[in-house]
């Protein structure tokens, strides 16, 4: 492959304090909205529904690292990381988090995102949406276990579900 | 109308409808026509069956899952009626407590449901980790409940914190006294822990004493130490005398305070030990000393004091030297009183003292006193005038019946105080008269008390710069006084002197 024009890192995302003095860190919930669906869109004609997928997953779990690694590096203790995440993903306006079922041994979990920044309130679809989300969930997963995981949204807002719930299971070789 | 006659006006209409176009009035044509025809055949509309098996699905005990044969054909509502017996069925296992049931249906109904089901598993989760232990979980759901509960784990969190303090206040206080202490469980004697104090004095280390019973400790484990500890877990104090042997071997006489105290929720006994064998041993000595004095100096003194009497009655001795053998008894008689009277204090003072009371004639022990006191002290007997008032008369004898070894110790005290106080060559006067059942002894002097010492006269050590004074005398006379069950009293004033006066029950 040539050389890359982009290889994305934390500090890339920019100064945000300095670049927008006036606007601040936030901008309104249809644009994030607007650009992830015309990806898709443009994405889904180019490549078809299942490359997209693949790509959203991938783009998703690449953000879960570098997430992690930014602010919850360091924490060991399962509860304690869960709390924060909890915190961080309601403050930044993410989601609402909440655990259904936490199997530390067997690596099994269960866990909704209500309010979830990419499909709350959409209307209805045939399938579930947030690929984005699942990926971000297994970077999160796999950073903090170590353990490769396989995350699926079982329910989905888009399928008239009002709630997105993600099963998050260890990856046995 | 006959049913022929709705038939027939039906149909007219359903033809004037479709001649004139009017497509919506012969669509109503038509249905009545339908109706008509149904009923004729007894058969049911098939709308109105659609509605009666969806009601069936939604509200009957059994609802029948397949669509009735005039609508099996119709995959929307086999569909529908799929759905709600598959939320039927989640509720149910719902409402029985069942949370783990997938739910298939989407939309509006399958995902309140799945909302539900999501809120109830995160609120199972979150209970789980408040009894792991995490307070800081709080609920967002079911309004009132949430409150209740975050009010719970609240209080929870704060009762634990109190209890860890209270646990981290005792295990500072525990670890920082220089008093040696040992926590023990009542129930087996076994040592739970143990201060930097006790290492020190038992001379093992904190896991070593943690491996120990209380009764490995105690050199006489047969006496039921371990039922003492119930004793005090049962009344939350206790208080003992142990020996324990170190792990030098050496036994040591320990004083215990016990007291119950909760220690994660369990009830254990700490120790408060003070190490009394070095007052145990001065304890000893002070009763060896009494034992010598006692048996060791007044055997010997008893000789001391009657050879000299034989010896007096032999006639070849001079003046001179029956004045000095004199001289030996009345000091060997002075230091028998002094030692009877120190002794007789001691018992007092500890609470030993048994009153034996016997036939005494207080005038006689005074001149006794007074020739004792000429002898040793060369004080001149013309001194000191003695008024003795019985009740038939001036000089005659009064009856008393007392502790005559202590009424004569009392005595002498206040005659030596007497004539200590006075001014070479003045007079000091002793009146003895019955009162009722008493007998009262006062012995007077021309000297007042110092203004200093009046408040404390007879206190222990009270002298008003004396020579030779121990301080003990007025307080002796008071205490064996009052041993007697008697009252001892004293006036003084610049003109008149001072007056002592004693009072004694004149029976026991
Ligand atoms: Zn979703």
Sequence with gaps: ?173 | MTDEGILAIARAELDQAIRESDWERAARAADSLHRACLDRAGLEHPADAAVRVVREAFFAQKPSAEPPGSLSGNRELAKVLEDVLAVRDSLMAMANGDLSKTIAVKGFLGGSLKMLQAHLNHLTWQTKMVAKGDFSQRVDFMGEFAEAFNDMVAQLDEARKKITESEERYRSFFTSVEAIKLIVDPATGAVMDANPAAMEFYGYDREQLRGMSIRDLDTEPARESLAELANIAANKKGHGFFRHRLASGELREIEVYASLIQFKGISLVMYSIHDVTELRRLEQIRQDVERIVRHDLKSPLTGLINIPQMLMDDANLTAQQREMLALVAASGQKMLRQINSALELHKIESGTYRLVAQECDPAELIRENVRLMSVSMGVDPGLISIREHGTAGPGCRIPLKTDLLLLDIVLMNLLRNALEASEPGARVGVDIFEDGPEVVISVSNGQPVPAEVRDRFFEKYATAGKKGGTGLGTYSAAIMTRALGGSIAMETADETGTKVTVRIPATH
């Excluded at chain 1, 024009?5 to 100064?15: A, E």
């Excluded at chain 1, 209500?114 to 209805?124: I, Q």
């Excluded at chain 1, 903090?144 to 079982?154: C, S, Y």
């Design chain 1, 1 to 173: 492959m040539a050389e890359r024009k982009y290889v994305f890192s934390w500090d890339l995302l920019g100064d945000i304090a300095l670049g927008r003095p006036n606007l601040g860190p936030n901008t309104r919930l249809e644009v994030y909205r607007l650009m992830q669906f015309v990806f898709r869109d443009v994405f889904e004609r180019n490549y078809g529904t299942e490359k997209t997928d693949e790509i959203f997953y991938d783009a998703g779990k690449l953000a879960g690292d570098h997430f992690y690694k930014n602010i919850f590096a360091g924490i060991t203790d399962f509860n304690e990381f869960v709390k924060k995440l909890q915190i961080v993903l309601k403050d930044m306006g993410i989601g609402i988090l909440r655990i259904e079922k936490a199997d530390l041994e067997n690596g099994s979990f269960v866990l909704t995102v209500s309010e979830d920044l990419d499909c709350s309130g959409l209307p209805e679809m045939d399938s579930e949406i947030c690929v984005y989300d699942e990926g971000f969930i297994a970077g999160l997963m796999e950073s903090f276990t170590g353990k490769r995981f396989k995350v699926k949204e079982v329910d989905c807002w888009c399928t008239g579900d009002r709630t997105c719930r993600f099963t998050a299971e260890v990856v046995k070789d």
